[in-house]
Antibody, heavy 120, light 107 residues
Framework: EVQLLESGGGLVQPGGSLRLSCAASGFTFKYNAKSWVRQAPGKGLEWVSTISGGGEDIFYADSVKGRFTISRDNSKNTLDLQMNSLRAEDTAIYYCVIFGWGSHRWFDPWGQGTLVTVSS | DIQLTQSPSFLSASVGDRVTINCRASQGINNYLAWYQQKPGKTPKLLIYGVSTLQSGVPSRFSGSGSGTEFTLTISSLQPEDFATYYC?????????FGQGTKVEIK
């Protein structure tokens, strides 16, 4: 069974740092682009960042550029998101997702999400 | 940036109703348009990609259509398990963007 499992969420003070990790099982995801999507409490979905399968192409939303860093370890089947200088508005559930790419494009599968709360 | 505007934002419907949700893009997206369903407390689920291709396992009462900048998700006969929030997404260019969501509730 294909599964993505995020970890690393928690409560952090404004200005602090947190590192999220996503472990894939049931498939080898090194050939796939991977993304992070977040959802603030009661709000809609917001794309955060994408890294290509080989890691050569990386993209960020303007809201996190310069503060967040996406990375992957294909030997371990893991995807990370290093989050620095955290703000209250970064409070959200963070989802790891596979960016399917071919004649079409899609986000699937999704992890179950990990909650990040930025508060003093 | 490409903006996606969904309409309506909220929809009240009965079981058996035909439901249509619209998604308008601020510019062309080469049909890189996907739809997701999210139930409260759950992870988003891919329903449709490439405007009209049904994801494996998704019931055939769901369908997608459109082109250019106007897209539609249709549920032909609403079932109790379909009450949820639906999002469109463009995957044509960065930043990737989602619509604001359409919440489908029971009338």
């Amino acid at each position: 069974e294909v599964q993505l499992l995020e970890s690393g969420g928690g409560l952090v003070q404004p200005g602090g740092s947190l590192r999220l990790s996503c472990a894939a099982s049931g498939f080898t995801f090194k050939y796939n682009a991977k993304s992070w999507v977040r959802q603030a409490p009661g709000k809609g979905l917001e794309w955060v960042s994408t890294i290509s399968g080989g890691g050569e192409d990386i993209f960020y939303a303007d809201s996190v550029k310069g503060r967040f860093t996406i990375s992957r370890d294909n030997s371990k089947n893991t995807l990370d998101l290093q989050m620095n200088s955290l703000r209250a508005e970064d409070t959200a559930i963070y989802y790891c997702v596979i960016f399917g790419w071919g004649s079409h494009r899609w986000f699937d599968p999704w992890g179950q999400g990990t909650l990040v709360t930025v508060s003093s | 940036d490409i903006q996606l505007t969904q309409s309506p934002s909220f929809l009240s419907a009965s079981v058996g109703d035909r439901v249509t949700i619209n998604c308008r893009a601020s510019q062309g997206i080469n049909n890189y348009l996907a739809w997701y369903q999210q139930k409260p407390g759950k992870t988003p689920k891919l329903l449709i990609y490439g405007v009209s291709t049904l994801q494996s396992g998704v019931p055939s009462r769901f369908s997608g259509s459109g082109s250019g900048t106007e897209f539609t998700l249709t549920i032909s006969s609403l079932q109790p398990e379909d009450f949820a929030t639906y999002y469109c997404q463009q995957l044509n260019s960065y930043p990737l963007t989602f619509g604001q969501g359409t919440k489908v509730e029971i009338k």
